[in-house]
């Protein structure tokens, strides 16, 4: 079956660095993605993943390994703006994405 | 700015009114667009998959006749929620993408449309 896992909430410290993971089982992998949904808002794009490695862009750096179904998203330098839930998906041969639950991240000063 | 467009963005209405909701792709051409239910607290739900030219796709457990599909261009589906009750309230949010000539981009969200049924 289709199964994505992530944790349910984080909490970090304002200028610290986390680390969200992800581990999936799907069938017809086609690309990872993650995104960031604030409370009341639409999610936005932040990376995506098809081949193994680290894509870095800015403050956030995604990896994939998809030999072991993992993915993590991390964040450096926390801003108190980064508080939001972070979702991330896998997307099928057929495009449809597969969503994690999201992990709700909240910054403390 | 926006790739996709959704409208509109907040609704108020009595219960039995039938709500549409439109979803426009601006940048590219989406043959496929996706429609989700978010309840408050809880992870986006996918409602149907909306493909131009052919009757959407709903998941399990998604009233087809509740929920209306139409997406009659490459950049506009609408989502029609029928004789609207109350546990209908709920965050609606479209996606598009990616384009067949560019597949290594994501999928883009509208801004969503808050549906309160009085």
């Known amino acids: 079956g289709q199964n994505i896992d992530q944790p349910t909430e984080m909490t970090a410290t304002e200028g610290a660095i986390v680390q969200i993971n992800c581990t999936y089982q799907?069938?017809?992998?086609?690309?990872l993605f993650w995104y960031q949904q604030h409370a009341g808002e639409a999610p936005t794009f932040l990376s995506y993943n098809v081949l193994d490695g680290l894509e870095e862009k800015g403050r956030f750096s995604s990896f994939l390994s998809r030999s072991k179904g993992y993915s993590y998203l991390l964040l450096k330098e926390l801003q108190m703006k980064d508080s939001a839930s972070y979702l991330c998906?896998?997307?099928?041969?057929?495009?449809?994405?597969?969503w994690g639950a999201g992990t709700k991240l909240i910054i403390k000063p | 700015g926006a790739v996709v467009s959704q409208h509109p963005s907040r609704v108020i209405c009595k219960s039995g009114t039938s709500v549409k909701i439109e979803c426009r792709s601006l940048?590219?051409?989406?043959?496929?667009m996706f429609w989700y239910r978010q309840f408050p607290k809880q992870s986006l739900m996918l409602m149907a998959t909306s493909n131009e030219g052919s009757k959407a796709t709903y998941e399990q457990g998604v009233e087809k006749d509740k929920f209306l599909i139409n997406h009659a261009s490459l950049t506009l589906s609408t989502l029609t929620v029928t004789s609207a009750h109350p546990e209908d309230s709920s965050f609606y949010i479209c996606s598009a993408g990616p384009s067949h000539e560019r597949v290594d981009q994501p999928q883009h969200f509208g801004d969503g449309t808050r549906l309160s049924i009085l």
């Open positions: 998906a896998v997307r099928r041969s057929n495009y449809q994405l597969i």
């Open positions: 799907t069938s017809g992998f086609n690309g």
């Open positions: 940048d590219f051409q989406a043959t496929t």
